[in-house]
C-alpha cells in the first residue's frame, strides 16, 4: 500500500492496532490466568479437583476486577468470567481435572467451523469485528479489495482454532492436564500475537496498490446496476476465543 493507505495502516498498525481491535492482550489474560490456577491449586492439593476449582474462580475473579479497573466493557468480562465458571462446573460435575479444559476445546472447535463458514458465505468475521470496531456497519462489504482481504486473512484465524483443537483433543483424552495447561498458556497469547501479525500482512498484502485501506472501504457507484454484495447487517455474528 502507498500514500494514504502507508497513513492508515501505520494509525491502524499502532494507534489501533488489530491486537487492540480484537482484544488480544486481555483476553489473553482471561484465558490463561484461571487454568494455570486451577492446575496449581489441584497440585498444592494433592490433585484435589475441588481445590483447583475454587482456585479458578478466585484467579477468574481477579482477573475480572482488574479488568473492569481498566474500563473493559462489563459485559466482555462477564463473557470470560462465565467461562471460567462453566469450566469449573464441568469438573466439579465430573471429577476430572482434564474436564476442565473441556470448554475450550469445544470452544475452539466452534471457532473454528464459525470462522470457516463466515469466509464461504462471504461475512468474514475478522471484517465484522474491525469494521465494526471502526464504525463501518456493513460498508466494508461493499469494496470487493476489502471483502476478499478480510477473507483472505479471515483464513489465518480459522487456522489458529483449528491448531488449538489438535493439540487439545489429543491432551484432553489422554488425561494430560498439565500439558493442557502448558499448550493453554503457549497457544493463548503467543498463538494470537502471531495471528495478528501475519493476518494483518495478509490483509495489506491482499489490498491493491493505492487502496486508502481499512478505514476508507472503496465503494461502487450508487444504483441498481452498480450490484455488489448485500450490505445488510448480520443477525448475530459469534466470535471465540
Known sequence: MTGTSERDATTVGRGESLADLLGGRRGAVDATVP?????????????SVLVGVVAALVAGAVVAGWRLRR?????????????????????????RAEDFFLVQVLANAASALAWAVSIMVR??????????T?????????????????????????????????????????????????????????????????????????LPAGHPGLRHPVLPPAGPAAGGPDTGEPDAPGLGQ
Open 35 to 47: 487454568p494455570v490456577a486451577f492446575t496449581v491449586g489441584w497440585l498444592v492439593a494433592g490433585r
Open 71 to 95: 474500563g473493559d466493557r462489563p459485559r466482555s468480562v462477564l463473557v470470560g468470567l462465565l467461562a471460567v465458571c462453566v469450566a469449573a462446573l464441568v469438573a466439579v460435575r465430573t471429577g
Open 123 to 132: 461475512w468474514p468475521l475478522l471484517g465484522v469485528v474491525v469494521g465494526t
Open 134 to 206: 471502526l464504525g463501518q456497519r456493513g460498508r466494508w462489504r461493499r469494496d470487493p479489495a476489502l471483502l476478499r482481504a478480510y477473507g483472505r486473512a479471515s483464513w489465518v484465524w480459522t487456522g489458529t482454532y483449528l491448531l488449538r483443537v489438535a493439540v487439545f483433543v489429543p491432551l484432553y483424552l489422554g488425561g494430560h492436564v498439565l500439558a493442557l495447561t502448558a499448550a493453554r498458556v503457549g497457544l493463548t497469547w503467543p498463538l494470537v500475537a502471531a495471528a495478528l501479525a501475519v493476518s494483518w500482512a495478509v490483509l495489506r498484502r491482499s
